[in-house]
């Protein structure tokens, strides 16, 4: 079918063709029209019906095919619009199977990256408020693919920060590595852009490995799917004590990493609601 005209046999027919949006009876054979929202999206063909109730069977089997063609569209349009407000992680496993939706969690031991802008909140005071648009659109533009290409989850944009998970909902063996890899190509992509448009702030990232309460959190009205625990709560620290340009891990991160990681230790550093100083490290690259 091409510009709303579909082929039967050697014959070509449009919405206009089909009388009253009914079949078109012709010697021995009746073609019925397929509608997706007004607009002619295919034809059956069936033989001329001997009885009455066989030509009632037809028109009936005609309305639930252009049912069904309306049912598919609506599915790849919801699809979309899944895949646009949400991971698509989470997307996939809530169009599988709804019940996952349902309010609860589980415990599962993931990767946490938190990012934001250093100087955000200086450059959103000298700038018009679609300059300040702008500039998340061109940071985030860049980061999500890098994020989803990983295997992480973005679960959350707050104004320039996001919070991405690797190992959930979707399990990884090496979550650590991608979550660390995933950071130091943000950084990359992030130097770029201010390459070309200096001024604009820096990213700056903190990654920590370990337990945390995984799921729908919210209400029957109204959920997300998130993550809580001092897992992530230890990497929204370290990324508030990183320089801007730089990716700051916990001790777990980099154990489970391995060698292979690049640092630069910072020591045990005193973080906010921790009793207990925490190990972190400024990671430079990936062996």
Do not use: W
């Amino acid at each position: 079918m091409d510009d709303g005209r579909v082929g039967v046999g050697s014959a070509r027919y449009g919405l206009d063709d089909f009388p009253d949006a009914g079949p078109i009876r012709l010697a021995n054979r009746v073609i019925h029209p397929l509608t997706v929202k007004g607009r002619l999206a295919g034809a059956l063909e069936v033989p001329v019906g001997r009885t009455p109730h066989d030509e009632a069977l037809a028109a009936t089997l005609a309305g639930q095919l252009s049912i069904s063609l309306e049912n598919a569209r609506l599915y790849r349009e919801l699809e979309t619009l899944f895949r646009q407000y949400m991971s698509p992680d989470v997307a996939q496993s809530l169009l599988a199977d709804p019940r996952t939706a349902a309010l609860g969690g589980e415990l599962v031991e993931l990767t946490a990256l938190f990012a934001d802008l250093k100087g955000f909140t200086s450059f959103s005071e000298r700038v018009a408020p679609g300059e300040i648009v702008e500039m998340l659109n061109r940071y985030h533009s860049a980061a999500v693919p890098i994020i989803l290409g990983n295997g992480g989850t973005i679960v959350q944009f707050v104004g320039d920060a996001l919070l991405a998970l690797f190992n959930a909902p979707a399990r990884q063996e090496d979550h650590a590595t991608a979550a660390a890899r995933a950071a130091l190509a943000m950084q990359e992509a992030a130097e770029e852009i201010v390459a070309a448009m200096p001024g604009y702030p820096r990213f700056r990232i903190g990654i920590n490995t370990g337990q945390a309460l995984v799921g729908n959190i919210g209400s029957p009205e109204l959920r997300g799917f998130n993550a809580m625990g001092d897992c992530v709560n230890v990497a929204a620290r370290l990324e508030g004590v990183a320089e801007p340009g730089t990716v700051v891990i916990g001790q777990a991160t980099l154990d489970l990493i391995g060698p292979g990681a690049r640092v630069r230790p910072l020591g045990g550093l005193s973080l906010k609601g921790k009793q207990h100083p925490v190990h972190a490290y400024v990671l430079s690259g990936l062996s």
